[in-house]
């Protein structure tokens, strides 16, 4: 059969090819709407396969390595494995992680099946991708690494007051700092927060995560955020929606150069700016605070209240016990210690 379904264009970005349709000549007519309904259907459910954040990602990833071939005069579609395993090579070099080399590999990936070709690695006889991934992976898990800090209860109530005023950006960026230690929120799970997504309820406010580093086929998780004495998330969270107001979309919306309300979406390197910001104006060291902090800082200041794992899990949604493990032992790393006794 001469049918064809499928995507076709060039490899330009991530935004999408148009979808191609070739159809038999004996298809009734009549047919043919529907058909198209339901190849576009298709294509819709394709990109739905990744997250929103993660194509926005794998978009920026893809324009880094088309410009690193430019520069050297190299093709980037069909990218050769000898040039993708340079190219990865060349970002351990700059200092990026282990995980980011990763995630450009992964949208170097991306990109050649969505434009109908074999990825670098499918043809890659040699393993010279694998092993330089595996070399780079080798080399900087040998390295001590430099975790982001974790900010507590304490300082962040020190941050919030930091954000004085009643001016818009002062008030969005109190819930953002409150909502994101309260809820375990990763940076990305912030910015991709609708308003549909928070209820108020009598005990607090119920916030509903969809997709996240954990959960790419968006099962979703719905987190409890207690009023709170302290931090008060909620107030602070009632505060911006009375300057945001009811319309439907982002939940955290980006402020204009003037200091106006806009209802575009915040970026989530906004988020960690804006972590920043504050950690410095509070005393902390800005180069080990990101947005992960606030996640941290719940997780840290949950194990040193004596928080149970299950109820520490609700909260941060952690596939691994191991992953969560590891801050209640960094919280309780000098309780009960073995030389308390004669050191």
């Not at 520069?71 to 992680?97: I, N």
């Not at 070399?135 to 001590?144: F, K, L, N």
Request: with cysteine; net charge positive; glycine share 10%.
């Amino acid at each position: 059969m001469d049918e064809q379904i499928g995507d076709g264009g060039g490899g330009s970005g991530m935004s999408g090819p148009t979808s191609v349709l070739v159809l038999p000549g004996d298809l009734p007519p009549a047919s043919v709407p529907e058909l198209v309904a339901e190849v576009e259907a298709a294509r819709a459910y394709r990109l739905r396969s990744r997250s929103a954040n993660t194509l926005r990602a794998y978009a920026s990833d893809w324009r880094q390595f088309q410009d690193w071939c430019c520069g050297r005069g190299l093709e980037p579609l069909p990218a050769l494995p000898g040039v993708v395993a340079t190219y990865l090579a060349s970002l351990a070099r700059a200092g990026r992680a282990d995980s980011t080399v990763t995630r450009h590999l992964a949208a170097i990936t991306w990109q050649h099946r969505h434009d109908g070709l074999p990825p670098p690695s499918a043809r890659d006889t040699h393993q010279l991708i694998a092993d330089t991934l595996s070399g780079i992976r080798r080399e900087q898990r040998a390295r001590p690494t430099r975790k982001k800090a974790a900010i507590g209860a304490k300082d962040l109530a020190g941050m919030i007051a930091g954000a004085d005023g009643l001016a818009t950006r002062a008030v969005r960026d109190r819930a953002i700092l409150a909502l994101g230690l309260a809820a375990a929120l990763r940076r990305s799970e912030l910015v991709a927060l609708q308003l549909a997504d928070v209820q108020l309820v009598d005990a607090g406010v119920t916030v509903r995560v969809g997709h996240s580093k954990t959960d790419q086929e968006g099962e979703g998780a719905t987190i409890a955020v207690p009023t709170g004495k302290t931090l008060r998330p909620v107030a602070h969270l009632n505060a911006w929606l009375a300057i945001r107001g009811g319309e439907p979309g982002p939940l955290f919306t980006r402020i204009g150069t003037k200091g106006e309300y806009t209802a575009e979406a915040m970026s989530d390197r906004s988020v960690a700016r804006l972590v920043k910001r504050y950690a410095k104006l509070q005393g902390l060291d800005p180069e080990v605070m990101a947005g992960h902090s606030l996640r941290a800082g719940f997780l840290t200041e949950a194990a040193r209240n004596r928080a149970s794992l299950a109820k520490m899990q609700e909260v941060s949604r952690h596939k691994s016990l191991k992953v969560l493990l590891g801050y209640v032992r960094s919280a309780e790393r000098f309780d009960d210690h073995a030389g308390a006794g004669f050191l």
